[in-house]
């Protein structure tokens, strides 16, 4: 059984990349026992959807201040 530090990690790591099964299957199992880690992944989940969705600055061409 994974810790809470362990399934944060877990949980940042699977915003980048696939995690393999192991570890998939620790940290759902890790969320289905800690309350306090799924709200954590809940709120990775909404900033990880608010930056890919967030346009981003304009194009640099604009007007500079000097």
Known sequence: MIDC???SRLMSQSLDKDLGLGQRTSLRFHLFL???CSSVKRQF????RAAT???GPEDD???TKT
């Open 5 to 7: 530090k362990q399934a």
């Open 53 to 55: 969705q967030f346009p």
């Open 34 to 36: 800690c309350t306090a």
């Open 61 to 63: 061409s604009g007007p």
């Open 45 to 48: 989940d909404f900033m990880h």
